[in-house]
């Protein structure tokens, strides 16, 4: 079975900082792997995907994230923190196994807090 | 641009009553998901419909659960004799067809579930 493990429930940085937000896939078929945000009572809005081109994808809101299959990782980067950037972010992974044409597996979350 | 709707968003019942949610995709996105989304976790399958088709239902679905998109636009997740446990948020995500968009999923604003 597919699974999704998000290294620390919580990342505090500093405004103008390195974010990285850590995701571990378990996949026994090449994955489809995504980064979602979500804000305070909002609903998911699509950061961006991996889908088996490029090994580093870039987003929107200057975030990027790099595939590593040897790894299992697809780590979320952003070279500097804005405080806009304060939200829950998680990691997802898809693909087509054992019949399921739909639906994503995501990861328990990670809240960043951005510090002026 | 008009993105996923649901409505309500919040409901308040209590505990034995009969809840019903819609959803209203982004228009033409034949492919459609609900998911169930718990404090401090993230986003749980629920189920997924293909046009009118409800194509696979997650184990977490039980029988209080049902899910109808009856002409292939707008879907209900009706949630009956409700239970504590299931106040969550309730998310609805819509995909369009096509490979370029496999597991792409763009999600509406959730509504929220408690039941007293």
């Known amino acids: 079975a597919q699974s999704v493990t998000q290294l620390g429930s919580h990342v505090s940085v500093s405004e103008g900082a390195l974010v990285l937000l850590r995701c571990n896939y378990s996949?026994?078929?090449?994955?489809?792997l995504f980064w979602y945000v979500q804000y305070p009572n909002q609903g998911l809005q699509l950061l961006l995907k991996?889908?088996?081109?490029?090994?580093l994808v870039k987003g929107i809101n200057g975030f990027e994230a790099e595939f590593k299959k040897s790894e299992t990782s697809f780590h979320l980067t952003k070279p500097s923190a804005h405080m806009s950037d304060a939200a829950e972010y998680f990691c997802?992974?898809?693909?087509?196994?054992?019949?399921?044409?739909?639906?994503?597996?995501f990861g328990k979350g990670t809240k960043l807090s951005v510090k002026p | 641009d008009t993105g996923v709707s649901q409505d309500p968003r919040h409901k308040i019942t209590k505990r034995g009553q009969n809840v019903t949610f819609r959803c209203d995709p982004i228009?033409?996105?034949?492919?459609l998901y609900w998911y169930r989304q718990t404090l401090g976790q993230g986003p749980e399958f629920l189920t997924y419909?293909?046009?009118?088709?409800?194509?696979?239902k997650s184990r977490l679905l039980s029988d209080r659960f049902s899910a109808e998109r009856p002409k292939g636009s707008f879907s209900t997740l009706e949630i009956q004799r409700t239970e504590q446990g299931d106040s969550a948020m309730y998310l609805c995500?819509?995909?369009?067809?096509?490979?370029?968009?496999?597991?792409?999923?763009?999600f509406g604003p959730g509504t929220r579930l408690t039941v007293t």
């Open positions: 991996y889908t088996s081109a490029a090994t």
């Open positions: 995500a819509s995909s369009p067809q096509g490979a370029q968009f496999v597991l792409e999923q763009y």
């Open positions: 419909f293909q046009n009118e088709a409800q194509l696979e």
């Open positions: 996949s026994s078929v090449p994955p489809y």
């Open positions: 997802a992974v898809g693909g087509n196994y054992g019949g399921s044409q739909g639906n994503l597996i």
């Open positions: 228009s033409e996105h034949n492919r």
